[in-house]
């Protein structure tokens, strides 16, 4: 049935269909939605490849360079091309599409094929261009001709240097920056940019002059300046509207911020969003009408789909233009500075989540963000040291446990290693020893105690050949005795003119103890003036000792240990007093959730005992067979860095009755500055806590100065540091350390929201983690099945409502030609980082979440230490 033209007014339509065009043409036009992201793809009227996309998601412009040149119609015109209609019939078809018709029953539309199916996997942006063997070989000409940046802001963003096309007689000399998803490393998308900062020029017939060019094939994707990890590590994230206004930021925000964009700019959204789920996003858009409205948009498309997310939207940074306004580059070629963002995100205006209140049927949530549990985090491995990333990659993979069961008990050793031999000077009046306390948090069954023993295998071979040393040293010795007392007696009867020398009996060099007591641990460190680690498989008989010790607590010579200063132990037997200068002792164990929170008490919490630990507590990972194995070249490696940490001296002694000293490490500028940056905003967040989680973070502000000894420790071991500098921490160091204290500072708020959770939350996180492990998806009925609690599928339904409700998840509907098939399937925020796919283990590269270890790594690895 067709409706008179003349009823329909054609700017009321294209008014209502503003911000619709992408579902119009989908079911008007029968474009598959995947072709309407504003990138090149194959068009579905003449099948030319890269030759078509969508120009304006708003006014719903399409453009093919072959067959439909109409750059500047809109969707109406592109509802005549895709049909083959007129201009009445193409407003009919979308009055009838909106519902906007004169009321007579919309015309029955025949179906219509889509010949064009999306890519299921990104294409080869490789055949595209044509990579320099230096991958850095344009950066300075880059640097130079556009800026602001910097070299490492360019590496941050995985940035190389190409010719593109990668043939033909017309090559441009470009920078390649790739796009990815949330969370993932393979590239969707490919953006250039000229290195002399020129445009890209017009193709005939094809794409208008432009600033950058986005490689055919390419996905609109995101653009994150220091990877996915340290997104996720970050508290407050710059979303930008293009490649270079990120770069151009990256280079002035401190630990804990980061700068991204999407390849599109200011349009379209990428479907796939990051989780900014407790993160403040602020939002900057170019001083024009588009790049406005872009970044409102963005704002608001986060808002409604992430309600832990503070979202600001920045003001214009200059006089706002119809277009080519100026950007957020051209702000910092004026002098702006990062305070001046700072002041103006202070200012900025809010755009707030809806509010989350629901009932379900297994009880009642109320406030999302009060039962929120912070997802885990992957472990930062790319801020340690070689060889000490490969190893725990490596080691973790052979165990199927996670990088950090190997990465902590490592880190605890090294520091147990350089012991009293150094301490770093933070400032004047303040300085930090090496000293580290680290817990290993996991259920029976999830190799904490192997993960243990691998990570201390090289310090306990290090202990037995010093045991080994002593046994002999101790046989000369014993041979020695009878002979000296023969002369002694000699010697008392006159028979020797001089009395004979004692020999001397032999001090074994302890490096280690897993005894509990604090008195047994004093007897050892009298004798051990560099220091010990306390190694205990399970700590919850460390923390039961504290009780058990004299009828009473001995908790505060513990808590006096980890300052690292002097200890008197007063004894009844033997050595009646016991006095260390300097008592350095790092301590690392394992202990299970339900006896940490059983021992971890709030009387320990209130005293500082649960503050001093590092701690990490991984969820629970699918175990599953796999070949991978641990060279002995890497075991080598080890025992080489720790030969070279234990070869460290301090400063000898000034008198006869004096004690060695620590020497003293010192930053350098850049170092200092880094610091203070993390200081000033770690201070800021200590603020904002309660009382428990403020002692933490006091403390954590403390093992920023502990972590960098011991990365300053490794490094030069491994000859990264030149000997002028071996007492200079350096930026690189202290940001490894910032990098990891905050990974730390995530994980105890993890641990401690286990630890003061109620009963029913901690059944809800029980019940996430069980449906993390059967896949993280579930039907009701299914639930049903499985889980008794629920009576039938109607408690399950919304039960799981709730979870989505909460944030924790969405439905996900399917139908194969009967009654539709809806299924809860778990956030990716929540799935993420919890299993590791075990085939990828099975032989080399050896795949870990994002990051991966090919052979010729592993040899790197094993040269360091040949």
């Not at 889509?114 to 300075?140: G, I, Q, T, Y």
């Not at 150094?422 to 000293?435: F, K, N």
């Not at 014993?478 to 020398?501: H, I, M, S, T, W």
């Not at 896949?775 to 409502?801: H, W």
Request: with cysteine; glycine share 8%; aromatic share 8%.
């Amino acid at each position: 049935m067709n409706h008179p033209s003349q009823s329909l007014d054609a700017n009321e339509i294209k008014a209502a269909a503003r911000g619709q065009w992408e579902m119009i043409l989908s079911t008007v036009g029968g474009i598959d939605s995947a072709l309407l992201d504003g990138k090149h793809h194959p068009c579905p009227k003449c099948g030319g490849t890269d030759r078509f996309r969508m120009l304006d998601a708003d006014a719903g412009s399409l453009y093919c360079n072959q067959c439909f040149n109409e750059r500047n119609g809109d969707g109406l015109a592109a509802v005549q091309w895709l049909r083959g209609c007129d201009f009445p019939e193409a407003l009919r078809l979308v009055a009838d599409e909106l519902r906007l018709n004169t009321g007579q029953p919309s015309a029955k539309r025949e179906p219509i094929s889509r010949p064009v199916k999306p890519m299921a996997e990104p294409p080869d942006f490789d055949s595209k261009v044509e990579r320099f063997d230096n991958p850095e070989a344009l950066f300075d000409e880059y640097l130079a001709a556009v800026g602001p940046a910097t070299l490492q802001s360019l590496r941050d963003a995985a940035a190389c240097s190409v010719w593109w096309p990668a043939t033909g007689n017309h090559r441009q000399r470009c920078l390649l920056l790739p796009a990815t998803l949330p969370g993932g490393q393979r590239p969707v998308g490919v953006i250039l940019r000229r290195v002399d900062g020129k445009p890209f020029p017009a193709i005939p017939n094809g794409l208008p002059e432009r600033k950058t060019h986005t490689v055919g094939g390419s996905r609109d994707g995101w653009v994150v300046i220091g990877g996915w990890q340290r997104f996720a590590e970050a508290r407050i994230v710059w979303k930008c509207e293009g490649v270079p206004d990120a770069l151009a930021l990256a280079k002035h925000l401190p630990a804990g911020h980061i700068a991204f964009t999407n390849i599109c700019g200011c349009k379209p959204i990428p479907d796939e969003l990051p989780d900014f789920g407790g993160k403040e996003l602020r939002v900057i858009g170019d001083s024009d009408e588009p790049g406005q409205t872009g970044a409102r948009k963005f704002a608001e498309r986060v808002a409604t789909v992430q309600q832990t997310a503070t979202i600001k939207l920045l003001p214009a940074l200059h006089e706002v233009t119809p277009t080519h306004g100026l950007d957020l580059r051209d702000f910092f070629k004026e002098g702006g500075t990062l305070e001046g963002l700072e002041a103006l995100a202070a200012n900025a205006e809010q755009i707030e989540p809806a509010g989350n209140e629901i009932s379900n049927g297994a009880g009642t949530f109320v406030d999302n963000k009060s039962l929120l549990i912070e997802p885990f985090r992957e472990f930062p491995v790319e801020a340690l040291p070689h060889p000490v990333r490969g190893f725990v990659l490596t080691a973790a993979a052979a165990l199927g446990c996670d990088p950090s069961f190997i990465a902590l008990p490592l880190l605890v050793a090294c520091a147990a290693a350089i012991g009293n031999t150094r301490r770093l000077q933070m400032r004047r009046g303040w300085t930090e020893p090496a000293i580290l306390w680290g817990i290993i948090v996991g259920f029976s069954g999830e190799a904490k105690t192997p993960a243990l023993e691998i990570a201390l295998r090289a310090i306990k071979e290090r202990q037995r050949t010093a045991v080994r040393e002593w046994q002999s040293l101790m046989r000369d010795y014993e041979a020695q005795l009878p002979a000296y007392r023969r002369d002694l007696k000699d010697f008392e009867k006159g028979k020797l003119k001089e009395a004979p020398v004692e020999p001397v009996e032999p001090a074994c060099k302890q490096l280690l103890t897993s005894d509990a007591t604090i008195e047994a641990l004093a007897g050892l460190l009298v004798d051990q003036p560099r220091g010990m680690l306390v190694a205990v498989d399970e700590l919850a008989g460390w923390f039961a000792s504290h009780e058990r010790y004299s009828s009473g607590d001995s908790s505060a010579p513990w808590l006096e240990l980890f300052g690292g200063h002097s200890l008197t132990i007063n004894r009844k037997t033997g050595q009646k007093r016991l006095y260390i200068p300097n008592a350095s002792v790092s301590i690392i164990g394992g202990i299970q959730p339900f006896t940490l929170k059983q021992h971890l008490t709030s009387k320990h919490r209130a005293s500082g005992m649960a503050a001093r630990f590092l701690m990490t507590m991984p969820p629970r990972r699918k175990l599953e067979w796999t070949e991978c194995e641990i060279p002995d070249e890497l075991f080598d490696a080890m025992k080489g860095l720790f030969n070279r940490l234990l070869a460290l001296e301090p400063e000898p002694p000034e008198g006869e009755f004096d004690e060695p000293r620590a020497k003293l490490l010192r930053f350098d500028a850049a170092a200092k500055s880094r610091f203070i940056q993390f200081h000033d905003l770690h201070a800021s967040e200590q603020r904002e806590l309660d009382s428990e989680l403020a002692a933490s973070w006091s403390k954590l502000r403390a093992y920023a100065g502990r972590l960098a000894i011991v990365i300053h420790g490794i490094r030069w071991a491994n000859g990264e540091i030149a000997p002028e500098r071996e007492l200079i921490v350096d930026a690189e160091t202290v940001d490894a350390a910032v990098r990891l204290v905050e990974w730390f500072g995530n994980e105890t708020r993890r641990v401690y929201a286990t630890l003061r959770e109620t009963e029913g939350q901690a059944e809800m996180r029980d019940f996430l983690d069980w449906l993390v492990q059967r896949g993280g998806e579930i039907t009701p009925r299914e639930l049903v099945q499985s889980r008794r609690q629920f009576k039938d599928v109607s408690e399950a339904r919304t039960y799981l409502s709730g979870l989505e409700a909460l944030g924790y998840g969405s439905w996900r509907e399917a139908c194969s030609g009967g009654r539709p098939k809806r299924t809860f399937v778990l956030s990716p925020q929540y799935q993420r980082n919890t299993f590791v796919d075990n085939e990828s283990l099975n032989a080399f590269p050896i795949s870990l979440g994002d990051r991966f270890i090919d052979e010729n790594e592993l040899a790197a690895i094993h040269a360091d230490f040949d």
